[in-house]
């Protein structure tokens, strides 16, 4: 029946397209905008979005007049039931974004979480960013393996030049003016970009907001919201005396720029020599990017193009956007546009931060989604871990290891603002691993530790908004620049302690590190201690690596007062409220330490490998890396002693040197393999495929650790 | 400018819609369902709509074509860019869904989630409910406060006559089969309604669902999208014999019902007699309302309105619906139409699963989002609350405490299936409450206690499913239905922990209550032992009501052995390996219970009242409940003991009674309690705000509280 009816269909489709045409000469004879329409729309459609649009203003006037004279809402609303049409689907989008910095980097990433919820186009990502960004987001993107999503990064340090002319007093710095040099920047091929300021919002699909690049006119440039306050009326306070603008002037947290045209009207000339003269009578900018725009805009109306209100709706302390979302339908996206960002006071504001908070608090690996019947989708990477975990069998006992062992956990580095430690060649970072339970831990250490650590911790989402929360109103830790923490996100059953250690590892910057656990707290003196150790040991120019080792002891009271020296911790050892790190229940682990020895030794003291030893050791930075299959509870900081060893690794006990395991709860990891002989055969088979690994690639040198697995089963 | 644009613009549309009507005409003339197009589009999109949108087809043969002649996508995909005019704002929409038992109104709560989400318009849903999910919403959605949203309940048991009389081995049961009364249970006032499953997750605006009955031609009641799956053909497997069906069949997980034509065309006897003739031959329905419909559908082609496929993507088992969805732009509902659900094997089960999880985890409180614009939103209490709130003042040191006693947080009880024990008259139930990082806990708790449980967990929505995960692959609770764990979802800084206790308190259904922390293991015979005493001390026909002390140990290793008898608890404290419960750190809170005493004690002994005294306790199940007002850490217990005291409870302690406290490591509560100073003041604060109260409610007789409370005071 079908295909019957097509010609028919067609014949009426042409005839319908005539009579459009005759119809839109009628309507919009006069009209520019609607002259210049050159997207190539569905039948049927222009004329209906011509009525409903936003008329496009040409003059100063007109677009002052968006305002107050025809609220947006009232627009918006009629067409609400009518969008333009869509990019045609598998069609790249572009966004360029300017981010600097350890803070910008973690709001961008909301941003960019909203924009994948609702996108169903591939897109490609321009951020131009500091060294700080582009190291953290580099990994982020890496680790996140999007499908359908392409990222370039551009260097900020080589746009400097090209802006820091322009004093400007606005607290984006000089990274806000970037937005101006874009067209230079960006690759000649590329003809249209979406820019968004970093502390933007989505609630919407981002291709209904490209769609209104075809709303431009052949003159148009550069399409903006109508500023949401006063500023540019110049009438804030007394001798405010803004950038000249249209009438409350246009906001740049949301830009369409049309780069080719901005190219041929020679828009770098154009804002350059408009700066300069605004600069010849006012001092500074104070909004940045948003001045020189306005300043270029008052002088070429014809050059922007208004987007309806609800495409940058914004929250800036004197906002007057209640004017648009009152009446609008649907609100496409939030800027929160005060330095007080989600902190703003607003009657509205508890919408806006839940708007917000959704995507802050979104567990991002969710967003791992393909555009079905969109090709080469997949990021590096991507194609080979499918398949792996494809050639996985559900039915095998140890599947769920198999599964975690295998997954890549999204790597937020230095989650919150770091400053590296000075270069400094014995110095030495606590690395160590932790989750949501143990944060409590973390003041007490930075009691116990006073150089640089860098952290592991392995959080939902939402969990990492806790815990910035949670820095942020503890003295102690916001005090702290040198500890780096790293967000390694939770995706799995089995907590993948391994993964977590080499992220640490592979973020210290000193030379030398200390490879801890979070329950540990580390005796006073001993970062101090360890430096001199080094040093006196001359570490770095010896024949041989060497792992120093740092004897551990447990209390089992959670509370006792922690022993300043040495002679004190021997006295409580002696008085029964200490003991050595597990005497009672793994003896083994610790046993080669020697702690015998160790209560009269003066003098560092070389102690052998034997099997199950897994003391607590610093060792230069490039020291091998954990083995990543031992995921949850079990063998995990064994099987990397033993990797030391085979790599001929002297093992030296510190005569000083003490640290004490504090008691907690057992964790839910630890709870399931005491009670489950399956996750206990599994883990047999992860040490035996250690082991076989360990055979080939250190021969029959590491026939010893195999011979030493086997007796220590025939024990058990 | 505008003004003037206008009348052409209206002459023009005339023009239009005129030359549209004889295009319409040469176009769809012989098509009935586009000459039945009875709804208001707008000027220009009813022939863009009616070529783009899939044809309704009007007998049994084009019905079945659909799905393999034209494959809905690429009709989909060409509609993506034109949508029907949407709803007006603040126009209610209605919906119905059938939903009983545990598991079921966990799963209707992220189906919810999903429609708020994405909604725009106020909402009105009409739940047809057992007793059990009706408890479990009831409180769910009052608790919720969401604006916007009414909710109606229907009790299915009134039902059950209507339907029972046709036989079912559909795994919904009963309830699935009463979807096809819902027109006659429905007010005769609600002219449509959207129907829809349980299993469905929407990733769209269900304004945009609700909006395709404009397209419904006079004739037609009911709209349906076509089953994604060979089932109604009759070829899955050798004898199968499925209902009649036009082709392939239509879905009823999502059903757009004309209520008010179905009873006009007596849908009442219409289905009835269907079902009467197909059960002649057939002896079930094996897919319960959705054969009946189709049956129905069979004779009746005219009475369906075929929806896009988008609007129910099954992932059944034999899911055809990979032609749908690699072609479509924009999947709108997701159909976990399989009993396997979530697990259900699919090539890109993955894409849906990421969609629905996020909803399961989504924070609900999230949602509590109002329209703008629309009158008339607030459910019951929210506008007290918003005023209470918003008299806070930020500034004032306690502002946080506050705010965290203001909350309302979302409660939802009996989350996983659980059987209320039988009505025995000395029956005791554990009530305590925690929150994730003591779930380690619970099955020990199984271990110690084998009577009922009422436990409050305090958790985020992510958390929730953890948990449930948690409790699924544990053989302890997973054989526990006795055990109700009520999840009280988490909103703000401070753990509301008397909140929490109320919660688990008032859903206890024994006469009594043992009102334990979750960090306590009772002695292994003490729910034995409490039942026996409450028999013999005959509680419940006393002049006075009685609080039975339950004496409180701990242990500072976490590792021990627990005591099998009140003498070996003995041997255990005289060796150290025990002690009096805080009885370094806080030794009033338990002195009065006189342990001295309690070791000889061979009968219930009366103890008197005394400052800061927090014993554990057995109390009737109607016992005050807990001050709400302390949150965080502190003094929680201690007021409730205050107030048994006052409402004259006597305390007697049980001589065989004893419960242990574990070690674990400080919460993030009590870290903060300890080290802040202005936590202590605003704690201060509450105590003193909390004797005032007394002194209103109690008169002279509280007099007693205040002057140990600043005896107390002097001498810290």
Redesign the interface.
């Known amino acids: ?2 295909p019957r ?1 097509r010609p ?2 067609l014949g ?2 042409t ?2 397209l005539l ?2 045409l005759v ?1 839109g000469f ?2 919009f004879g006069r ?1 520019p905008e609607c002259e210049h329409w050159s997207w190539a ?5 222009q ?2 979005l011509c ?2 649009m936003p ?1 496009v203003l040409s003059d100063g006037l ?1 677009a002052a007049a968006t305002f107050d004279g ?1 609220p947006y809402g009232s627009r918006n ?1 009629s067409a ?7 990019p045609p ?1 598998c069609e790249l989008l572009h966004v360029a974004i300017v981010c600097a910095g350890h803070n910008s980097s973690r709001e961008v990433i909301t941003l960019v979480k909203s924009v994948l919820f609702y996108r ?1 186009n591939p897109l490609h990502l321009h951020l131009v960013t500091d060294a700080v960004a582009r190291n953290i987001l580099e990994t982020l993107f890496r680790t996140w393996m999007v499908p359908a999503l392409v990222i370039r990064f551009y260097d900020a340090e080589e746009l400097k030049p090209l802006i820091s002319w322009i004093p400007n007093t606005h607290y984006s710095g000089l990274y806000g003016l970037m937005k101006l040099v874009l067209p230079s920047i960006l690759p000649l091929s590329l003809a249209r970009v979406i820019v968004l300021d970093t502390d933007v919002t989505f609630s919407s699909d981002i291709a209904e907001l490209w769609a209104l690049f075809a709303h431009f006119s052949d003159k148009q440039v550069v399409g903006l919201v109508e500023n949401q306050s006063d500023w540019y009326l110049g009438n804030l306070w007394k001798n405010h005396r803004p950038w000249p603008a249209l009438g409350r002037g246009f906001n740049t947290g949301v830009i369409l720029l049309w780069l080719d045209r901005l190219r041929q009207t020679g828009w770098e000339q154009m804002w350059t020599l408009m700066a300069k003269r605004e600069l010849l009578t006012l001092t500074a900018t104070s909004l940045a990017d948003q001045d020189v725009f306005n300043a270029v805009i008052k002088e070429h109306p014809e050059l922007v193009h208004p987007l309806p209100c609800v495409w940058n709706v914004q929250l800036s302390d004197h906002t007057l956007a209640e004017r648009c ?6 609100l496409k996206v939030i800027h929160w546009n005060s330095p007080k960002k989600l902190r703003v006071k607003n009657k ?1 504001a508890e ?1 806006f931060r ?2 917000h ?2 995507f802050l ?3 991002g ?6 555009l ?2 969109c090709p080469n989708q997949l990021p590096p990477g991507a194609e080979q871990l499918q398949q792996a975990l494809a050639q996985l069998d559900e039915e095998e006992p140890c599947f769920e290891f198999r599964q975690q062992q295998l997954t890549v956990h999204r790597v937020h580095i230095t989650f919150l603002p770091h400053q590296p430690p000075p270069p400094r060649p014995h110095d030495v970072t606590l690395v160590a691993q932790l989750s ?6 973390l ?1 007490a250490l930075c009691r116990h530790w006073s150089g640089p650590m860098s952290l592991a911790l392995y959080l ?1 989402d ?1 969990d990492a908004q806790q815990f910035l ?2 820095v942020e109103t503890s003295p102690v830790l916001s005090a702290r620049k040198d500890v780096a923490y790293h967000i390694v996100y939770r995706d799995g ?1 089995l907590y993948p302690v391994n993964q977590l250690r080499n992220v640490a590892l592979a973020q210290a910057l000193t030379p030398y590190v200390f490879l801890s656990d979070i329950d540990f707290l580390p005796a006073y003196s001993l970062y101090d201690y360890l430096r001199a150790s080094i040093e006196q040991l001359e570490l770095g120019s010896r024949p041989r690596k060497a792992a120093l080792v740092v004897p551990a002891f447990e209390t ?4 006792f007062s922690f022993p300043n020296s040495k002679a004190e911790l021997l006295t409580l050892l002696d008085a029964g409220s200490l003991h050595i790190f597990r005497y ?2 793994w003896p083994q682990g610790h046993a080669p330490t020697a702690y015998a020895h160790w209560r009269e030794a003066q003098a560092p003291y070389q102690v052998q490998w034997a099997a199950d030893y897994e003391p607590y050791v610093v060792v230069p930075r490039d020291c091998p890396r954990y083995d990543p299959r031992f995921v949850g509870f079990g063998w995990n900081k064994v099987a990397h002693i033993i990797e030391l060893d085979a790599q001929e690794y002297e093992l030296l006990v510190l005569p000083e040197a003490f640290s004490i395991h ?7 990891d630890i ?1 399931r393999f005491r ?1 489950s002989p399956a996750y206990r055969d599994c883990l047999q088979a992860l040490k035996e495929e250690f082991h076989q690994d360990l055979s080939r690639r250190y021969g029959a040198a590491a026939l010893k650790y195999l011979t030493a697995l086997q007796q220590s089963q025939s024990r058990a």
């Not at 949501?436 to 831990?441: A, E």
């Open positions: 029946m079908l009816g028919r269909a009426a489709a005839l319908l009579l459009l119809v009628f309507l009209d729309g569905e039948v049927g459609t004329c209906a009525l409903l008329r007109r025809d609303r609400s039931g009518l969008h333009p049409p869509l689907k169903k979302y009152l009446e609008a339908a649907d509205h919408f839940n708007l908070l959704t608090g979104y567990d690996k969710l967003l791992r989604r393909e079905f019947g949501m339970d143990r944060l409590q831990m003041e939902t939402a929360h949670f059953p089992l009271h959670y509370r009672h229940e504090l008691p907690h709860a057992p964790s839910l709870s009670s």
